[in-house]
Structures are given as structure tokens and as C-alpha cells.
């Protein structure tokens, strides 16, 4: 028993004295690299994308501050989807911390602890590169407030598959994912990118989105292959601004898909009726009087899509007729379609309604 302490009393010393030798050779070969440094930074030690290494203090900071002056015409680019938004780096009001960022690069192998220390100085001297940030303090608002601002041109709506008529073949077309922006992980995640990655160019940042899928995918629309319905009018006498109107609102229409036993209301999709909407002002039936109006001349798209949801078979839940005879349907299929059921199979509807001709 009194051996076998010995022996391990024996192992713990030689266990000392072996961690005591390489300790005091870790701190010989990096002392020896720190005062053969003298009152330089070490080499091989960049940041944003500047070699500082073998530079004084002072020297490294002079070479920021002109890194720093060269890149303010540099963009920071925002992403999300496809789309993205740029802006001037000198526009951003970055405060750069350049003193701070030397002294900490002056620091690198000569502080902390010796096993650290030794490491870095071991990479550093077989040629690795050591990175380390720009220290910066970051305008938080005021980034958030461009992130913001760029909503409107980053946000993207989800689209569904549509189903169009080319050649007189049924062709259906792909939709896309939506990307709603969510500014305040937005904020922290360009914050990240900046501290960390920046090197005095550009830097591209995609931004945090909630990503909003498709209902129906073009699989889903394979067999949508016959013609329900069709039914046409003819508006070739009217007004400049009327036509527009018909074109606008056909368009808002267009593509709109109804899976079964989903309803459809035409008015909806249309209003508002006004300039903000793509309308202009054209003869429109209040009553008995024709008064010019935003958006007259919808009528006209909501009863050629009413007399098209007809002869499809479609059941119409609501429907309102105009107040007045018009001349380009028979008398008996006037009207607007408020809402429009499918009842059994898919169908692709075209021009639809206005509650208020």
C-alpha cells in the first residue's frame, strides 16, 4: 500500500514538472515574439480588411481611418427574395471605435491567459491570419429606421398559380413565396453582419422575412384543363378612361383561382374605387342619374364575369342589377355578381364585380 502512494505521489510530481516545463516554454517562445514585436502589433493581424500587422498603434490607426474614409461610398445592400435595396455607407452614421480597435489589436499575445496567448501566437507565426472586427457602435435606430423605410420595396406578396389561355392551350403558371420583413431581427441580424463581417466593401445582408407560401401549387392545377365557362362584351365605343378602368379591373381579376366550395366576391378584389387604385373618373349609373365617378365602367367587367359564372354552372350567392337598361347584354343578364361559389370543380376566373355602378 506505502508503494503504491509512493508511485503515485511519484506521477503527480512528474505530472507538475512536466506541465510546469512546457508552461515555461509556451511563455519563452511567446514573450520572445511579443519583445521581438517591441512596441508593434503583431503580424499577420488584420480587420476590415486591413493588414495592421508590424504597425504601431498609431500607425494602424491612420490606415483605418483611410480605409475607413475610401469606403464611404460603399453600399450596404438589403435582401429579401429577389429584391433588394441599397445604401452609401456614409449615409449610416457608423461611429467607428478606431482607438479602441488598435489597442485591442496591440493586445492580441500579450494578454490573457498563457495557453491562449501561446496558441495565437503559434497560428501567427506559420502564416495564419488573424481577423478580428472593427469595433463600431452601431446606430440601431437609425438602421432600423431605413429598414423601414425599405419595407414597401422589400416586401413582397405571395402569389398564387394561375391558369391562362396561350395559343389556345390551357397553360398554368407557377406562383411565388411572399416575404413580410421583420424589422426588429432585421436590425439585430444587420448588426451582426456589420460588427463581424465587415472588411470595407460592400456587405449583403438578407433580412429576416416571414415567408408566406403559395395555398395552391401548379401540381395542384394539372387538371384544370376544361373551359367552364366564357361569355364576352364589347366596349370598343367607350371612353378613353373608362377603357382604362375595364383593362384595370379585368387585370385584378385575372388569375384569380377558386378551389371548390370557395367563394368568390368581386367586390373585394376591385375596391376601392379610386385614383390610388389604378381607377379614373368615367360615366357612372348612381340612381337615375350618369354622373363621372372613380372606376366607371367596372359594370361592364363584373356583368361579362356574371354572365360567364352563369353558363359555368357556378351558384351565385349575391348579385346586384344595374339601376338603369344598359346596352351591352340582354336585358335579362344584367348585373354585378358579389360573390361567386364553386361548387364542383376548379375554375380560373377572369373579368368580375361593383357593388355600386
Known amino acids: ?23 515555461a516554454g509556451m511563455w519563452l517562445y511567446t514573450s520572445n515574439t511579443v519583445n521581438a514585436a517591441g512596441d508593434r502589433i503583431l503580424s499577420n493581424i488584420s480587420t476590415a480588411g486591413v493588414d495592421i500587422g508590424d504597425m504601431t498603434v498609431n500607425e ?14 460603399n453600399d450596404l445592400i438589403f435582401k429579401t427574395g429577389k429584391k433588394t435595396t441599397r445604401h ?13 480597435t488598435t489597442d485591442a489589436a496591440y493586445d ?14 503559434w497560428k501567427i507565426n506559420n502564416g495564419e491570419e488573424y481577423g478580428m472586427p472593427l469595433m463600431l457602435d452601431f446606430p440601431k435606430e437609425a438602421i432600423k429606421k431605413v429598414i423601414k423605410d425599405d419595407i414597401p420595396d422589400l ?4 402569389r398564387e398559380p394561375r391558369i391562362v389561355q396561350r395559343n389556345g392551350k390551357t397553360v398554368v403558371i407557377d406562383g411565388a413565396s411572399g416575404h413580410k420583413i421583420k424589422p426588429e431581427k432585421s436590425v439585430a441580424k444587420v448588426k451582426g453582419a456589420v460588427e463581424a463581417d465587415w472588411d470595407g466593401s460592400d456587405i449583403s445582408v438578407r433580412l429576416v422575412s416571414k415567408v408566406e407560401k403559395p395555398e395552391y401549387t401548379a401540381k395542384d392545377l394539372k387538371n384544370c384543363t376544361d373551359v367552364m365557362g366564357t361569355y364576352s362584351t364589347n366596349y370598343k365605343y367607350s371612353t378613353y378612361n373608362r377603357c382604362l378602368n375595364i383593362a384595370n379591373g379585368a387585370d385584378k ?14 367586390h373585394d378584389v376591385l375596391a376601392p374605387f379610386s385614383a390610388d387604385n389604378g381607377y379614373y373618373t368615367a360615366t357612372t349609373i348612381v340612381g337615375d342619374e350618369h354622373i363621372d365617378d372613380y372606376g366607371g ?3 361592364q367587367v363584373t356583368t361579362t364575369l356574371y354572365n360567364a359564372a352563369i353558363r359555368a354552372e357556378l351558384k351565385i350567392d349575391e348579385r346586384h342589377s344595374h339601376s338603369q337598361t344598359i346596352s351591352y347584354v340582354p336585358l335579362s343578364t344584367k348585373g354585378f355578381p358579389d360573390a361567386v361559389s364553386v361548387l364542383k370543380q376548379w375554375s380560373s376566373l377572369q373579368p368580375v364585380q361593383r357593388k355600386k355602378s
Open 108 to 121: 492580441i499575445g500579450r494578454s490573457g491567459n498563457i495557453l491562449s496567448r501561446f496558441l495565437t501566437v
Open 253 to 266: 381579376i385575372d388569375g384569380i383561382i377558386l378551389a371548390p366550395g370557395e367563394t368568390f366576391s368581386a
Open 1 to 23: 500500500m506505502a508503494k503504491g502512494k509512493k508511485l503515485f505521489v511519484r506521477i503527480v510530481i512528474i505530472f507538475v514538472v512536466v506541465i510546469a516545463v512546457l508552461a
Open 88 to 100: 452609401d455607407w456614409g449615409s449610416l452614421d457608423i461611429d467607428y471605435n478606431i482607438d479602441e
Open 297 to 299: 365602367g367596372v359594370c
Open 60 to 73: 494602424a490607426a491612420e490606415a483605418l481611418e483611410k480605409k475607413i474614409a475610401d469606403s464611404a461610398s
Open 155 to 158: 416586401n413582397t406578396i405571395v
